[in-house]
């Protein structure tokens, strides 16, 4: 087999054959865990351990993949972490006003209180409440999101998906508000000369 | 007046007095141009100048603080610039299918085209129609981005705004559907244990 984490592109189907598929599955995860989430390798192996030995419980396994419990000994790496419990009193009344069920040390937390401080920084009133029709928008993404995962079968092959969905469609999910902000512009304020060709 | 484009906090009601609402409001917009959306100082410059020749009509105001219609004279910086007509065909069949009214020249079609691209090269089958659902719901995103902005009558406060709720929400937005993925992912399959404390 070949050497190295990341082979470029796929493996042609007659590759393929020659590997076993966990193997493969394995080799995949460890590169959307390094590519896509940003961990380094020795974490991303440290992550794939206890995926592993999570497997049969699915809702640690995506806990996992989606760096909200990161398993002991695995380094806080960029954009990973967590806070001391309490440290995001805004994150937190959001958090019970929707009614989720979300971990004290999900590090999702701490960067909803840290826009809400820039906001105001800049001199731009915003607290909480005024995030509480994004967080029903997110819900909606988030059914649609775990919807998607229904169809996979594999434990192992769920939490790959999962890892991949979640951060390398970030930038999609971002570019369509965008692209939605100028139909929604076009729609209020628009002539037609700026209207789409 | 204080040298330096970047005033550290608010100023006070007292410092406020001193200067005229105008230069304020120029201040914070190119604070909000090279912060929130990264351009350089002098390129921040030439957006502002080209929003105060547009300041009547906001259709094209709004374009310009959104960065889909970089005036001429711009130097692309990161993550704007734009593509040719037609080479994001994936981006273009969206846009047709949720019959938005969006330039050619909208810079996040790419991001569309290079997110499915990217998503296939790892194997996972997904084209701009498995978007759909998540265009629906930045459809929604986008109508309260605007909403928000009808209560700020100013032009060129209108412009501010759209640019800091525009580029700052981001990382709040993602960690709201982070949030809401651990909600959603305890509800199909969370045991009480690792539920929220």
New interface residues.
Partial sequence: MREGLLPP??ATAATQAEYDETHLRRL?LI??LTGARGLSVASAKHVLDAMTEHRT????L??IA?G?RPPAGVTPDAAEGGAP?GANPE?AAL?DA?G?????H???????D???R??R????AYDWE??L???E??????????E?LETVTDPMEKAE?AV???F????????????????????????GE????
Avoid: C, K
Wanted: avoid cysteine; proline fraction near 3%; hydrophobic fraction near 45%.
């Fill in positions: 592109g796929r995949r590169r959307a419980d699915l809702h640690q995506l806990g989606f909200i419990a994150a958090v929707m989720w069920s979300v971990s004290e999900n590090p999702a937390r701490q960067a909803v840290e826009t809400l820039t906001l920084s800049l001199g731009i005024a995030l029709p994004y967080a928008l997110a819900q909606r993404t988030a059914r649609h999101d775990l998607q998906r991949l969905l979640t390398l469609l970030e930038p999609a999910l971002m570019a369509l508000r965008r692209l939605a902000q100028e139909n929604e512009s076009a729609a209020r304020h628009g002539g700026h209207t789409s060709t």
